[in-house]
Protein backbone atom coordinates (compact mmCIF):
# COMPACT_ATOMS: atom_id res chain seq x y z
CA UNK A 1 0.00 0.00 0.00
CA UNK A 2 0.96 3.68 0.05
CA UNK A 3 1.79 3.50 -3.98
CA UNK A 4 -1.42 5.38 -4.29
CA UNK A 5 -4.50 4.57 -6.49
CA UNK A 6 -4.38 1.83 -8.66
CA UNK A 7 -6.56 0.62 -11.87
CA UNK A 8 -6.73 -2.87 -10.35
CA UNK A 9 -7.41 -1.63 -6.49
CA UNK A 10 -9.88 0.82 -8.62
CA UNK A 11 -12.15 -1.85 -10.24
CA UNK A 12 -12.14 -4.31 -7.53
CA UNK A 13 -13.59 -1.67 -5.10
CA UNK A 14 -16.25 -0.63 -7.44
CA UNK A 15 -16.71 -4.25 -8.47
CA UNK A 16 -17.95 -4.80 -5.03
CA UNK A 17 -20.01 -1.62 -4.98
CA UNK A 18 -21.49 -3.60 -7.65
CA UNK A 19 -22.09 -6.74 -6.50
CA UNK A 20 -23.17 -4.89 -2.96
CA UNK A 21 -25.83 -2.70 -4.72
CA UNK A 22 -26.75 -5.80 -6.98
CA UNK A 23 -27.72 -8.10 -4.00
CA UNK A 24 -29.32 -5.40 -2.01
CA UNK A 25 -31.18 -4.62 -5.12
CA UNK A 26 -32.56 -8.00 -5.63
CA UNK A 27 -33.12 -8.53 -1.52
CA UNK A 28 -34.95 -5.11 -1.70
CA UNK A 29 -37.18 -5.71 -4.28
CA UNK A 30 -38.22 -9.11 -2.85
CA UNK A 31 -38.97 -7.89 0.73
CA UNK A 32 -40.31 -4.72 -0.62
CA UNK A 33 -43.16 -6.84 -2.97
CA UNK A 34 -43.91 -9.00 0.13
CA UNK A 35 -44.64 -5.49 2.38
CA UNK A 36 -46.52 -4.21 -0.93
CA UNK A 37 -48.95 -6.68 -1.08
CA UNK A 38 -49.31 -6.73 2.53
CA UNK A 39 -50.18 -3.14 2.52
CA UNK A 40 -53.21 -3.60 0.06
CA UNK A 41 -54.17 -6.81 1.46
CA UNK A 42 -57.84 -7.16 2.77
CA UNK A 43 -56.13 -8.18 6.08
CA UNK A 44 -56.15 -5.21 8.87
CA UNK A 45 -53.42 -7.06 11.26
CA UNK A 46 -51.21 -7.65 7.74
CA UNK A 47 -51.72 -4.25 6.51
CA UNK A 48 -50.88 -2.92 10.00
CA UNK A 49 -47.61 -4.95 10.00
CA UNK A 50 -46.89 -3.35 6.26
CA UNK A 51 -47.55 0.02 7.50
CA UNK A 52 -45.29 -0.40 10.61
CA UNK A 53 -42.22 -1.82 8.59
CA UNK A 54 -42.23 0.82 6.22
CA UNK A 55 -42.55 3.38 8.74
CA UNK A 56 -39.91 2.49 11.23
CA UNK A 57 -37.34 1.35 8.36
CA UNK A 58 -38.01 4.79 6.10
CA UNK A 59 -37.28 6.78 8.71
CA UNK A 60 -33.97 5.41 10.59
CA UNK A 61 -30.52 6.51 9.00
CA UNK A 62 -28.70 3.99 7.14
CA UNK A 63 -25.84 4.67 9.05
CA UNK A 64 -27.80 3.33 12.17
CA UNK A 65 -28.69 0.55 10.45
CA UNK A 66 -25.00 -0.33 9.23
CA UNK A 67 -23.74 0.36 12.64
CA UNK A 68 -25.68 -1.76 14.30
CA UNK A 69 -25.75 -4.51 12.16
CA UNK A 70 -22.11 -5.15 13.51
CA UNK A 71 -21.81 -3.46 17.37
CA UNK A 72 -25.74 -4.46 17.74
CA UNK A 73 -26.09 -7.86 15.85
CA UNK A 74 -22.81 -9.19 15.74
CA UNK A 75 -21.03 -8.44 18.87
CA UNK A 76 -23.85 -8.13 21.29
CA UNK A 77 -26.14 -10.43 19.80
CA UNK A 78 -23.74 -12.83 18.45
CA UNK A 79 -25.76 -12.80 14.87
CA UNK A 80 -22.80 -13.21 12.81
CA UNK A 81 -23.14 -14.39 9.11
CA UNK A 82 -20.00 -15.34 8.19
CA UNK A 83 -18.11 -16.88 10.97
CA UNK A 84 -14.99 -17.46 9.07
CA UNK A 85 -14.25 -14.03 8.15
CA UNK A 86 -14.53 -10.42 9.30
CA UNK A 87 -14.87 -8.85 5.86
CA UNK A 88 -17.31 -11.73 5.15
CA UNK A 89 -19.84 -10.98 8.03
CA UNK A 90 -19.76 -6.93 7.24
CA UNK A 91 -20.30 -7.59 3.64
CA UNK A 92 -23.42 -9.98 4.25
CA UNK A 93 -25.20 -7.82 6.97
CA UNK A 94 -24.52 -4.74 4.47
CA UNK A 95 -26.78 -6.65 1.90
CA UNK A 96 -29.11 -7.36 4.55
CA UNK A 97 -29.56 -3.71 5.67
CA UNK A 98 -29.29 -2.11 2.47
CA UNK A 99 -31.95 -4.49 1.26
CA UNK A 100 -34.55 -4.13 4.74
CA UNK A 101 -33.76 0.05 4.34
CA UNK A 102 -34.32 -0.25 0.53
CA UNK A 103 -37.40 -2.24 0.54
CA UNK A 104 -39.42 0.47 2.47
CA UNK A 105 -39.03 2.71 -0.19
CA UNK A 106 -39.51 -0.30 -3.00
CA UNK A 107 -43.22 -1.03 -1.36
CA UNK A 108 -43.90 2.77 -1.38
CA UNK A 109 -43.13 2.71 -4.65
CA UNK A 110 -45.07 0.02 -5.91
CA UNK A 111 -48.23 1.01 -3.86
CA UNK A 112 -48.22 3.74 -5.96
CA UNK A 113 -47.79 1.45 -8.67
CA UNK A 114 -50.67 -0.06 -7.43
CA UNK A 115 -52.76 3.34 -7.41
CA UNK A 116 -52.14 3.62 -10.99
CA UNK A 117 -54.45 0.73 -11.52
CA UNK A 118 -58.48 1.67 -11.86
CA UNK A 119 -60.27 -0.03 -9.40
CA UNK A 120 -61.83 -2.34 -12.03
CA UNK A 121 -59.26 -4.45 -12.66
CA UNK A 122 -59.20 -5.38 -9.32
CA UNK A 123 -62.93 -6.12 -9.67
CA UNK A 124 -62.71 -7.99 -12.60
CA UNK A 125 -60.43 -10.18 -11.25
CA UNK A 126 -62.46 -11.14 -8.53
CA UNK A 127 -65.40 -11.19 -10.12
CA UNK A 128 -64.24 -13.87 -11.98
CA UNK A 129 -62.96 -16.11 -9.30
CA UNK A 130 -59.39 -15.08 -8.87
CA UNK A 131 -58.41 -15.84 -5.49
CA UNK A 132 -56.56 -12.61 -3.90
CA UNK A 133 -53.19 -14.20 -4.44
CA UNK A 134 -54.21 -14.41 -7.70
CA UNK A 135 -55.00 -11.25 -8.73
CA UNK A 136 -52.28 -9.92 -7.29
CA UNK A 137 -50.10 -12.12 -9.30
CA UNK A 138 -51.89 -12.14 -12.71
CA UNK A 139 -53.46 -8.56 -12.87
CA UNK A 140 -52.26 -6.17 -10.26
CA UNK A 141 -48.12 -6.63 -9.42
CA UNK A 142 -47.69 -6.63 -12.89
CA UNK A 143 -49.50 -3.50 -13.72
CA UNK A 144 -48.10 -1.89 -10.56
CA UNK A 145 -44.45 -2.96 -11.72
CA UNK A 146 -44.84 -1.48 -14.73
CA UNK A 147 -46.44 1.92 -13.86
CA UNK A 148 -43.91 1.89 -10.87
CA UNK A 149 -40.39 1.41 -13.22
CA UNK A 150 -39.44 5.28 -12.88
CA UNK A 151 -39.72 5.41 -9.15
CA UNK A 152 -38.62 2.25 -8.59
CA UNK A 153 -35.15 3.36 -10.40
CA UNK A 154 -34.85 6.15 -8.25
CA UNK A 155 -34.70 4.24 -5.67
CA UNK A 156 -32.21 1.51 -7.56
CA UNK A 157 -30.21 4.70 -8.50
CA UNK A 158 -30.29 6.03 -4.07
CA UNK A 159 -29.52 2.19 -3.40
CA UNK A 160 -26.28 2.27 -5.26
CA UNK A 161 -25.08 5.49 -3.92
CA UNK A 162 -26.30 4.33 -0.34
CA UNK A 163 -23.87 1.43 -0.70
CA UNK A 164 -21.07 3.75 0.27
CA UNK A 165 -22.55 3.76 3.81
CA UNK A 166 -21.10 0.48 3.98
CA UNK A 167 -17.56 1.73 4.26
CA UNK A 168 -18.50 2.75 8.13
CA UNK A 169 -18.30 -1.09 9.03
CA UNK A 170 -15.70 -1.71 6.39
CA UNK A 171 -16.84 -3.47 3.71
CA UNK A 172 -14.11 -2.78 1.00
CA UNK A 173 -16.12 -1.07 -1.43
CA UNK A 174 -15.23 2.31 -3.37
CA UNK A 175 -15.61 4.75 -0.83
CA UNK A 176 -13.55 2.14 1.54
CA UNK A 177 -11.28 2.40 -0.87
CA UNK A 178 -11.43 6.44 -0.76
CA UNK A 179 -10.75 6.70 2.59
CA UNK A 180 -8.16 4.79 2.70
CA UNK A 181 -6.60 6.38 -0.11
CA UNK A 182 -6.76 9.75 0.97
CA UNK A 183 -5.58 8.66 4.80
CA UNK A 184 -1.96 7.57 2.74
CA UNK A 185 -1.99 10.32 0.17
CA UNK A 186 -3.47 13.07 1.52
CA UNK A 187 -6.63 14.21 0.07
CA UNK A 188 -6.83 15.47 -3.43
CA UNK A 189 -9.93 17.08 -6.24
CA UNK A 190 -8.76 14.64 -8.41
CA UNK A 191 -9.05 11.51 -5.89
CA UNK A 192 -12.68 12.52 -5.35
CA UNK A 193 -13.36 13.11 -9.21
CA UNK A 194 -12.10 9.51 -9.75
CA UNK A 195 -14.59 8.12 -7.43
CA UNK A 196 -17.32 10.99 -8.54
CA UNK A 197 -16.87 9.93 -12.27
CA UNK A 198 -17.21 6.14 -11.00
CA UNK A 199 -20.53 6.70 -9.46
CA UNK A 200 -21.82 9.00 -12.33
CA UNK A 201 -20.99 5.85 -14.50
CA UNK A 202 -22.47 3.24 -12.69
CA UNK A 203 -25.90 5.57 -12.21
CA UNK A 204 -26.50 7.52 -15.71
CA UNK A 205 -27.05 4.94 -17.94
CA UNK A 206 -28.83 3.00 -15.70
CA UNK A 207 -31.38 6.37 -15.04
CA UNK A 208 -31.68 6.87 -18.83
CA UNK A 209 -32.60 3.11 -19.51
CA UNK A 210 -34.91 2.80 -17.09
CA UNK A 211 -36.55 6.05 -18.15
CA UNK A 212 -36.89 4.82 -21.67
CA UNK A 213 -38.25 1.63 -20.65
CA UNK A 214 -40.77 3.09 -17.84
CA UNK A 215 -42.07 4.07 -21.23
CA UNK A 216 -41.90 1.58 -23.79
CA UNK A 217 -43.52 -0.39 -20.98
CA UNK A 218 -46.71 1.75 -19.88
CA UNK A 219 -49.66 0.24 -19.44
CA UNK A 220 -52.03 1.69 -22.49
CA UNK A 221 -55.55 2.51 -21.09
CA UNK B 1 -91.35 -19.25 -12.61
CA UNK B 2 -88.87 -21.97 -13.14
CA UNK B 3 -86.61 -22.92 -10.37
CA UNK B 4 -84.88 -20.24 -8.75
CA UNK B 5 -81.41 -19.64 -9.19
CA UNK B 6 -80.36 -16.41 -7.01
CA UNK B 7 -83.13 -15.73 -4.17
CA UNK B 8 -82.61 -12.41 -2.37
CA UNK B 9 -84.20 -12.21 0.82
CA UNK B 10 -84.30 -8.98 2.88
CA UNK B 11 -81.02 -7.53 2.03
CA UNK B 12 -79.98 -4.55 3.67
CA UNK B 13 -77.09 -2.18 2.90
CA UNK B 14 -75.79 1.14 3.90
CA UNK B 15 -73.54 3.46 2.60
CA UNK B 16 -72.53 5.76 5.22
CA UNK B 17 -76.32 7.15 6.25
CA UNK B 18 -77.73 6.19 2.91
CA UNK B 19 -79.62 3.37 3.03
CA UNK B 20 -79.07 2.19 -0.92
CA UNK B 21 -80.99 -1.01 -0.48
CA UNK B 22 -83.81 -1.43 1.57
CA UNK B 23 -85.35 -5.18 2.61
CA UNK B 24 -84.56 -6.43 -1.16
CA UNK B 25 -86.26 -9.80 -2.12
CA UNK B 26 -86.04 -10.69 -5.32
CA UNK B 27 -85.71 -14.49 -6.79
CA UNK B 28 -84.35 -15.06 -10.09
CA UNK B 29 -85.26 -18.31 -12.26
CA UNK B 30 -83.04 -20.79 -13.91
CA UNK B 31 -83.52 -19.24 -17.53
CA UNK B 32 -84.89 -16.05 -17.03
CA UNK B 33 -83.55 -12.65 -18.16
CA UNK B 34 -84.44 -9.66 -15.44
CA UNK B 35 -84.12 -6.08 -16.62
CA UNK B 36 -83.75 -3.75 -13.83
CA UNK B 37 -84.09 -0.28 -14.32
CA UNK B 38 -84.28 2.85 -12.07
CA UNK B 39 -83.18 6.39 -11.61
CA UNK B 40 -80.00 7.13 -11.04
CA UNK B 41 -79.08 6.42 -7.62
CA UNK B 42 -81.77 4.28 -6.97
CA UNK B 43 -79.41 1.17 -6.33
CA UNK B 44 -79.83 -0.89 -9.26
CA UNK B 45 -75.83 -0.79 -9.77
CA UNK B 46 -75.32 -1.59 -5.83
CA UNK B 47 -77.83 -4.34 -5.90
CA UNK B 48 -75.93 -6.03 -9.39
CA UNK B 49 -72.76 -6.23 -7.33
CA UNK B 50 -74.30 -7.56 -3.76
CA UNK B 51 -75.18 -10.74 -6.00
CA UNK B 52 -71.20 -11.65 -6.33
CA UNK B 53 -70.55 -9.39 -3.51
CA UNK B 54 -68.61 -6.73 -4.92
CA UNK B 55 -70.31 -5.18 -2.19
CA UNK B 56 -70.98 -6.32 1.33
CA UNK B 57 -74.69 -5.88 2.62
CA UNK B 58 -76.20 -5.80 6.55
CA UNK B 59 -77.93 -7.97 7.08
CA UNK B 60 -80.39 -10.59 4.61
CA UNK B 61 -79.25 -13.26 2.64
CA UNK B 62 -78.55 -13.94 -1.12
CA UNK B 63 -78.65 -17.65 -2.12
CA UNK B 64 -77.02 -18.99 -5.69
CA UNK B 65 -78.29 -22.52 -6.50
CA UNK B 66 -79.29 -22.97 -3.05
CA UNK B 67 -75.88 -21.83 -1.51
CA UNK B 68 -75.69 -18.56 0.61
CA UNK B 69 -72.66 -16.37 -0.21
CA UNK B 70 -69.35 -16.85 1.70
CA UNK B 71 -67.52 -14.37 3.32
CA UNK B 72 -64.41 -13.51 1.75
CA UNK B 73 -61.99 -15.99 0.90
CA UNK B 74 -61.47 -18.99 -1.10
CA UNK B 75 -65.18 -20.18 -0.84
CA UNK B 76 -66.04 -16.87 -2.27
CA UNK B 77 -63.80 -16.51 -4.91
CA UNK B 78 -65.44 -20.61 -5.86
CA UNK B 79 -68.95 -19.15 -6.07
CA UNK B 80 -67.73 -16.36 -7.96
CA UNK B 81 -66.36 -18.39 -10.76
CA UNK B 82 -69.74 -19.20 -11.21
CA UNK B 83 -71.17 -15.66 -11.33
CA UNK B 84 -70.31 -13.97 -14.77
CA UNK B 85 -70.01 -9.95 -14.25
CA UNK B 86 -70.05 -7.53 -16.94
CA UNK B 87 -69.19 -4.01 -16.15
CA UNK B 88 -69.92 -0.43 -17.89
CA UNK B 89 -66.42 -0.04 -18.26
CA UNK B 90 -65.46 -3.18 -19.55
CA UNK B 91 -62.20 -3.73 -16.75
CA UNK B 92 -60.61 -5.74 -19.66
CA UNK B 93 -57.12 -6.31 -17.84
CA UNK B 94 -54.94 -4.33 -20.03
CA UNK B 95 -51.52 -5.40 -19.89
CA UNK B 96 -52.73 -8.86 -21.48
CA UNK B 97 -53.80 -9.76 -24.75
CA UNK B 98 -57.64 -10.34 -25.75
CA UNK B 99 -56.85 -14.30 -25.79
CA UNK B 100 -55.34 -14.03 -22.27
CA UNK B 101 -58.11 -12.13 -21.28
CA UNK B 102 -60.58 -14.96 -21.47
CA UNK B 103 -58.14 -17.52 -20.39
CA UNK B 104 -56.79 -16.71 -17.19
CA UNK B 105 -60.02 -17.24 -15.11
CA UNK B 106 -60.44 -20.61 -16.97
CA UNK B 107 -56.52 -21.36 -16.38
CA UNK B 108 -56.37 -19.88 -12.60
CA UNK B 109 -59.67 -20.69 -11.11
CA UNK B 110 -60.87 -23.33 -13.02
CA UNK B 111 -57.29 -25.31 -13.53
CA UNK B 112 -57.83 -26.11 -17.35
CA UNK B 113 -54.89 -26.84 -19.51
CA UNK B 114 -53.67 -23.61 -21.45
CA UNK B 115 -54.47 -25.03 -25.10
CA UNK B 116 -58.20 -26.36 -24.12
CA UNK B 117 -58.85 -22.94 -22.62
CA UNK B 118 -57.28 -21.14 -25.89
CA UNK B 119 -59.54 -23.37 -28.05
CA UNK B 120 -62.66 -22.68 -25.83
CA UNK B 121 -61.69 -18.78 -25.73
CA UNK B 122 -61.15 -18.75 -29.48
CA UNK B 123 -64.65 -20.17 -30.13
CA UNK B 124 -66.23 -17.48 -27.73
CA UNK B 125 -64.20 -14.64 -29.39
CA UNK B 126 -65.36 -15.88 -32.98
CA UNK B 127 -68.86 -16.43 -31.20
CA UNK B 128 -68.83 -12.38 -30.44
CA UNK B 129 -67.25 -11.22 -33.89
CA UNK B 130 -63.77 -10.34 -32.46
CA UNK B 131 -61.90 -13.53 -33.05
CA UNK B 132 -59.19 -11.85 -35.50
CA UNK B 133 -58.43 -9.01 -32.80
CA UNK B 134 -57.73 -11.94 -30.07
CA UNK B 135 -53.85 -11.04 -30.03
CA UNK B 136 -53.89 -7.39 -29.75
CA UNK B 137 -54.30 -5.18 -26.59
CA UNK B 138 -57.47 -4.01 -24.68
CA UNK B 139 -56.88 -0.56 -25.81
CA UNK B 140 -56.48 -1.36 -29.84
CA UNK B 141 -59.93 -1.97 -29.85
CA UNK B 142 -63.17 0.01 -29.93
CA UNK B 143 -65.51 0.43 -26.86
CA UNK B 144 -68.26 -2.24 -28.46
CA UNK B 145 -65.29 -4.64 -29.22
CA UNK B 146 -63.95 -4.87 -25.41
CA UNK B 147 -67.61 -5.34 -24.21
CA UNK B 148 -67.62 -7.91 -26.82
CA UNK B 149 -64.96 -9.45 -25.82
CA UNK B 150 -65.70 -8.83 -21.73
CA UNK B 151 -68.46 -10.93 -22.23
CA UNK B 152 -66.75 -13.28 -24.25
CA UNK B 153 -64.44 -13.57 -20.96
CA UNK B 154 -67.58 -14.17 -18.48
CA UNK B 155 -69.07 -16.79 -20.80
CA UNK B 156 -65.80 -18.41 -20.48
CA UNK B 157 -66.14 -19.35 -17.15
CA UNK B 158 -69.04 -21.13 -18.10
CA UNK B 159 -71.11 -19.18 -15.51
CA UNK B 160 -74.27 -20.36 -13.76
CA UNK B 161 -75.50 -16.60 -13.85
CA UNK B 162 -74.46 -13.27 -16.00
CA UNK B 163 -74.90 -9.98 -14.22
CA UNK B 164 -74.55 -6.99 -16.58
CA UNK B 165 -73.97 -3.24 -14.88
CA UNK B 166 -75.29 -0.87 -17.72
CA UNK B 167 -73.52 -2.83 -20.17
CA UNK B 168 -73.59 -0.30 -22.62
CA UNK B 169 -74.02 3.09 -20.69
CA UNK B 170 -69.82 3.90 -21.89
CA UNK B 171 -70.27 3.09 -25.25
CA UNK B 172 -70.61 5.37 -28.41
CA UNK B 173 -74.19 5.30 -29.85
CA UNK B 174 -73.35 3.22 -32.89
CA UNK B 175 -71.57 0.58 -30.64
CA UNK B 176 -74.29 -0.32 -28.44
CA UNK B 177 -76.82 -2.52 -30.98
CA UNK B 178 -73.66 -4.55 -31.52
CA UNK B 179 -73.25 -5.27 -27.97
CA UNK B 180 -76.93 -5.83 -27.93
CA UNK B 181 -76.96 -8.50 -30.27
CA UNK B 182 -74.57 -10.54 -28.10
CA UNK B 183 -76.72 -9.92 -25.08
CA UNK B 184 -80.06 -11.20 -26.94
CA UNK B 185 -78.79 -14.01 -28.24
CA UNK B 186 -77.08 -15.26 -25.18
CA UNK B 187 -80.98 -14.44 -23.39
CA UNK B 188 -82.79 -16.75 -26.17
CA UNK B 189 -80.27 -19.55 -25.52
CA UNK B 190 -80.85 -19.61 -22.01
CA UNK B 191 -78.82 -18.18 -20.02
CA UNK B 192 -80.15 -16.55 -16.66
CA UNK B 193 -79.61 -12.66 -16.97
CA UNK B 194 -79.58 -9.87 -14.62
CA UNK B 195 -78.83 -6.92 -16.48
CA UNK B 196 -78.89 -3.21 -15.24
CA UNK B 197 -79.84 -1.22 -18.24
CA UNK B 198 -81.73 1.65 -19.62
CA UNK B 199 -81.87 0.16 -23.14
CA UNK B 200 -85.82 -0.67 -23.48
CA UNK B 201 -85.32 -2.27 -26.84
CA UNK B 202 -83.32 -4.69 -25.40
CA UNK B 203 -85.75 -5.17 -22.47
CA UNK B 204 -88.65 -5.64 -24.77
CA UNK B 205 -86.88 -7.97 -26.92
CA UNK B 206 -85.14 -10.19 -24.05
CA UNK B 207 -86.72 -10.03 -21.01
CA UNK B 208 -89.06 -12.02 -19.15
CA UNK B 209 -89.46 -9.61 -16.23
CA UNK B 210 -88.99 -5.72 -15.63
CA UNK B 211 -87.62 -5.11 -12.03
CA UNK B 212 -87.99 -0.72 -11.29
CA UNK B 213 -85.70 0.59 -8.59
CA UNK B 214 -86.46 3.55 -6.96
CA UNK B 215 -84.46 5.26 -3.35
CA UNK B 216 -82.90 2.00 -2.76
CA UNK B 217 -86.34 -0.21 -3.30
CA UNK B 218 -88.17 -2.36 -5.44
CA UNK B 219 -91.29 -0.55 -6.32
CA UNK B 220 -92.70 -2.56 -9.32
CA UNK B 221 -92.20 -5.79 -11.12
CA UNK B 222 -94.13 -6.62 -14.62
CA UNK B 223 -93.64 -8.61 -17.72
CA UNK B 224 -91.75 -5.76 -20.13
CA UNK B 225 -95.06 -5.12 -22.05
CA UNK B 226 -96.74 -4.81 -19.20
CA UNK B 227 -94.25 -1.93 -17.40
CA UNK B 228 -93.46 0.38 -20.33
CA UNK B 229 -97.19 0.33 -21.27
CA UNK B 230 -99.37 0.51 -18.09
CA UNK B 231 -96.55 1.16 -15.31
CA UNK B 232 -98.93 1.00 -11.68
CA UNK B 233 -97.16 3.24 -9.73
CA UNK B 234 -96.52 6.80 -9.97
CA UNK B 235 -93.22 7.12 -9.58
CA UNK B 236 -92.61 4.39 -12.50
CA UNK B 237 -95.19 6.78 -14.20
CA UNK B 238 -92.88 9.59 -13.59
CA UNK B 239 -89.82 8.07 -14.66
CA UNK B 240 -90.97 6.74 -17.73
CA UNK B 241 -92.48 10.16 -18.76
CA UNK B 242 -88.73 11.37 -18.32
CA UNK B 243 -87.08 9.11 -20.49
CA UNK B 244 -89.70 8.49 -23.14
CA UNK B 245 -90.60 11.81 -23.92
CA UNK B 246 -87.55 12.65 -26.34
Given amino acids: MGNGLTISTLLSAFGSTVLLAALSAIGALVLGTVVAVLRVSPVRVLQLLGTWYVNVFRNTPLTLLMVSSILGATFILGINLDPTSIKGNAFRWAVVMLSVYHGAFVCEALRSGVNTIPDGQAEAARSMGLTFGQSMQH ?53 FLVFALGFVILTLPLGLWLTSLSRRLAVKR | MTEPLVVLKGVNKHFGDLHVLQDIN ?86 IPRAEAEKRAMELLERVGVAHQAEKFPAQLSGGQQ ?36 MVALAKEGMTMVVVTHEMGFARKAANRVVFMADGQIVEENTPEGFFTAPKSDRAKDFLGKILTH
Avoid: W, Y
Fill in chain 1, 139 to 191: VLLPQAFRGAIAPLGSVLIALIKNTTVAAVIGVSEAANLMQVTIENEGSGLSI
Fill in chain 2, 26 to 111: LSIGKGEVVVVIGPSGSGKSTLCRTINRLETFETGSITIDGVPLPEEGKELAKLRADVGMVFQSFNLFAHKTILDNVTLGPIKARK
Fill in chain 2, 147 to 182: QRVAIARSLAMDPKVMLFDEPTSALDPEMITEVLDV
